[in-house]
């Protein structure tokens, strides 16, 4: 199998990723923060994940530099941001479009998304490209809406129609948890 796991973080899940396509599949691991790119790269070469491919990169609209944020609440996250005079880092920006056909990406089994929001460019970029992922499972952020009333957060209804428009059957959790409530999943048909 071939898995894209975009929004990497530290890899907890890029580990199991990894042990579920040995030894034939790849794990294709994108991290956009670099402090948290530098943990992932660690943790794949200490458990010598041969299967696993990293960028630190960002999944953006449009190739070219952008600027991350830090997140106040902790390292692991970060919201792309026109503000560069905020604590940050400047990343590559690259379409998925772009990325799967610099990689020669011929399908995808799992195309996993947690990117704070940005899941939005994914699909802006994605295309025709979209025939060739199996399943998905995308990390919807509109829980984090009402701490700032930030609309880029709202995602969930974008994804779900999305999937919907492009012949995936859609399924989401019923949890008392916002964050694993937002999650949507999707298979194609």
Same mark, same amino acid.
């Given at each position: 199998?071939?898995?894209l796991d975009i929004g990497a973080g530290i890899g907890e899940e890029t580990l ?39 960028? !630190?990169?960002?999944?953006?609209? *449009?190739?070219?530099? &952008?600027? #991350? @944020? %830090? ?26 479009? !772009?990325?799967?056909?610099?990689? *020669?990406?011929?399908? &995808?089994? #799992? @195309? %996993? ?27 919807c952020h509109d829980f984090r809406y009402p701490e700032n009333n930030n609309e880029f957060y %709202? ?35």
């Amino acid at each position: 199998d071939i898995v894209l796991d975009i929004g990497a973080g530290i890899g907890e899940e890029t580990l199991i990723f990894a042990d579920m396509v040995a030894p034939k599949g790849k794990v294709y691991a994108i991290e956009a923060n670099p402090e948290v790119f530098e943990v992932l790269s660690d943790l794949v070469k200490h458990n010598q994940l041969n299967n696993v491919e990293l960028f !630190n990169i960002a999944l953006t609209q *449009n190739d070219g530099q &952008i600027f #991350l @944020l %830090k997140e106040e609440a902790g390292f692991l996250g970060g919201t792309i941001s026109n503000e560069q005079e905020q604590d940050g880092y400047e990343v590559m920006g690259l379409r998925i479009d !772009n990325f799967i056909k610099q990689n *020669n990406i011929e399908k &995808i089994d #799992l @195309l %996993k998304c947690n990117i704070e929001g940005a899941e939005r460019f994914v699909l802006d970029t994605i295309g025709d490209y979209i025939k060739i992922v199996k399943n998905v499972a995308i990390s919807c952020h509109d829980f984090r809406y009402p701490e700032n009333n930030n609309e880029f957060y %709202k995602t969930k209804k974008l994804v779900t129609e999305f999937l919907l428009d492009n012949h995936f059957t859609v399924q989401t959790q019923t949890n008392k948890a916002n964050h694993i409530m937002d999650w949507v999943y999707g298979q194609a048909k």
